[in-house]
């Protein structure tokens, strides 16, 4: 099994949102949420426990297409937020 | 060549081109766009249709020339917007979002496509010319020119395979329908109204030409941005919606996280799909608001909307569990009648309690409809002037609250707004797995039913296929059995279908 670049608090988190995996399934970082099965309101809750669970905030002008394109963009953004806080 | 606008039969109502113009004009200082933080009055708005108008000129457009404009929302896409309404060229305009999907088709639609600034290159065609928003100069001119071609603007969806189905809206149609709309909602230039929708969509289309004839600040998040659309409609003080229902249900999981106060929100209007009972009473409560509550009803293939339903939201929500809100009752100019429709023996039942497919009689239908197959202009009525009929796939009863959704003709169904036809989905999934019998069907979420001996998961379906279509409509869930039940005939059975599904949820 590949290892993943994010921590395991961040794996569930992205897993309790994808719709389209299995517990065996490995989340590639690189694989965009609309194939994982994770819509708007999918990427809402994400974002939210996200702040809860990392303690950070999202500013509205991350919430881009960019950042919010694949489990490896959104953990980037993630750190670095965590990072400048 | 149509003819001009004082000569047409029932041409009672201005062009819709007239009535942007006016406001343009009218309204000078005051805000016509918010986008992303950035404010534009109507005398940025009306300088840039200008200066889109000059360049039509200059590059030799005229107003049957069909250009589609590729663009980020921003002042250059309203401004495209507005010069192809007032008749500079025949207008679509798109954000890059979802055209990336309807690509390949384009061509047979439109003779030209323009994409202005940095948008994503695996658009229409390698020859487009790409334009910066510099290459748009200042003209100079003061006037705004408005040119009656008879037609407002082609509406483009992708539709469910990314094959572009386009709608060539009349403008004196699209005007009568603005005048009314603007006078229901009683619409002012102290509306502020919030676009939830992609504005490249029909229903945003329509929204922005209602607000910007009225005088209203239209603001449209970017992107993303639209996940917080409770909180930044809240922060920019709206008074008017009109949204799908997907729309509503995320920003009542927004409000359920963050607390939003609409309280400026006087009118939530839905639109785009059907519209369950408990969601309007449940956003309201959400976000704090008392604002009056409308169902519309139209179709890509209009100038706007056709039917409308006011309701209170709470009284509506006491329904019975799964109701729907009705779509109510048509607009002024709009004739709307039950017509049989060919069913089959499943549906005998509906037949029997009254239900048939809605049958629209209005100058409002599009003047031309083009599929993949082709263009095919919509017969219109000779007796009547610009009156067409357009049998809408939809099946509805009637009631004491006007007409209510009962589903469509054939397979096609609606999800998150977007029309899906189920029977395509099933060629796709089984082109995808070698040709396996397959059957999606569409209960909670899109659950492919597949004959084969091997599991196959929904994430690698979803791998395979997803290039090929929207993300939406991926199915989200994969049953594999052996053999797929079959009629008589030999045919699969829906219904059997239907009854797997239901036993694999029960654990049977």
Redesign the interface.
């Known amino acids: 099994m590949t290892e993943q670049p994010w921590d395991e608090k961040y794996d569930h988190l992205v897993r309790s949102y994808c719709g389209r995996t299995e517990s065996q399934d490995t989340i590639a970082p690189d694989i965009p949420f609309d194939l994982l099965g994770v819509d708007s309101v999918g990427l809402l809750g994400l974002i939210v426990d996200s702040e809860e669970v990392f303690g950070v905030e999202f500013p509205n002008d991350l919430l881009t297409s960019d950042v919010l394109a694949t489990p490896g963009t959104f953990w980037q953004a993630l750190k670095d937020l965590m990072s400048a806080s | 060549m149509r003819k001009p606008l004082a000569e047409r039969e029932g041409a009672t109502a201005p062009a819709v081109g007239q009535l942007l113009a006016a406001a343009l004009s009218r309204h000078d200082s005051r805000p016509a766009l918010s986008v992303g933080g950035e404010v534009y009055t109507y005398r940025d708005l009306l300088r840039r249709t200008i200066d889109y108008q000059a360049f039509a000129l200059q590059a030799g457009l005229t107003a049957t020339d069909r250009v589609l404009f590729v663009a980020e929302p921003g002042l250059d896409f309203y401004a495209c917007l507005v010069a192809g309404t007032l008749g500079a060229y025949t207008i679509s305009v798109a954000t890059p ?1 979802p055209l990336a999907a309807a690509s390949a088709n384009l061509a047979r639609h439109l003779q030209s496509v323009m994409v202005i600034g940095d948008v994503p290159s695996d658009l229409p065609s390698a020859a487009r010319p790409a334009l910066s928003p510099a290459q748009i100069k200042a003209s100079g001119h003061r006037d705004l020119a408005v040119v009656d071609c008879g037609h407002a603007y082609l509406s483009v969806t992708s539709g469910t395979m990314g094959q572009p189905v386009s709608a060539l809206v009349d403008a004196v149609a699209l005007g009568h329908f603005v005048s009314w709309a603007a006078s229901e909602f009683a619409l002012t230039a102290a509306d502020r109204w919030f676009e939830a929708a992609d504005p490249g969509s029909d229903l945003a289309l329509t929204n922005a030409l209602l607000a910007l004839s009225s005088g209203a600040c239209l603001t449209t998040p ?7 659309t409770a909180t ?1 409609a809240a922060l920019n003080g709206t008074t008017v919606m009109r949204i799908v229902p ?1 729309a509503g ?2 920003m009542l ?2 409000a359920s ?2 607390s939003a106060n609409l309280a400026d929100l006087r009118l939530l209007a839905f639109g785009g799909d059907q519209l369950p009972a408990a969601l309007p009473g449940r956003v309201l409560e959400a976000t704090r608001s008392n604002a009056r509550t409308v169902n519309t009803y139209g179709m890509t293939e209009s100038a706007g909307f056709l039917l409308y339903h006011w309701f209170d939201a709470h009284h509506v929500a006491a329904g019975a569990p799964g109701a729907t809100v009705p779509l109510g009752q048509p607009i002024p100019g709009v004739t709307a009648r039950i017509e049989p429709w060919p069913g089959n023996s499943e549906s005998e039942t509906e037949k029997m309690a009254g239900v048939g497919e809605l049958t629209i009689e209005s100058a409002a239908v599009a003047l031309e409809i083009c599929t993949a197959a082709g263009k095919n202009p919509v017969s219109r009525k000779a007796t009547a002037g610009a009156v067409a009929e357009f049998r809408t796939g939809d099946l509805v009863r009637r009631g004491s609250d006007g007409f209510t959704f009962c589903g469509r003709i054939g397979r096609e169904v609606k999800i ?1 707004g977007t029309r899906v036809n189920l029977a395509q989905l099933d060629r796709l999934v089984s082109d995808a797995l070698g040709q396996s019998t397959c059957v999606v069907r569409h209960e909670d ?1 899109l659950v492919a039913l597949v004959e084969s001996e091997a599991p196959i ?3 690698g379906l ?2 395979s296929i ?1 290039a090929t279509a929207r ?2 409509v ?1 199915p ?1 869930r994969v049953i594999t059995v052996s053999q797929l039940p079959r009629t008589r005939t030999g045919k699969v059975s829906l219904a059997g279908c239907q009854e797997i599904v239901r036993r694999v949820d029960c654990g049977e």
């Not at chain 2, 970017?222 to 917080?228: D, S």
């Open positions: 979002a970017l992107g993303r941005q639209r996940l917080r930044l997907a249900d995320l999981a927004e996280r963050r998150r979420m998961s929904a994430l979803a791998k997803g993300s939406s991926l989200q």
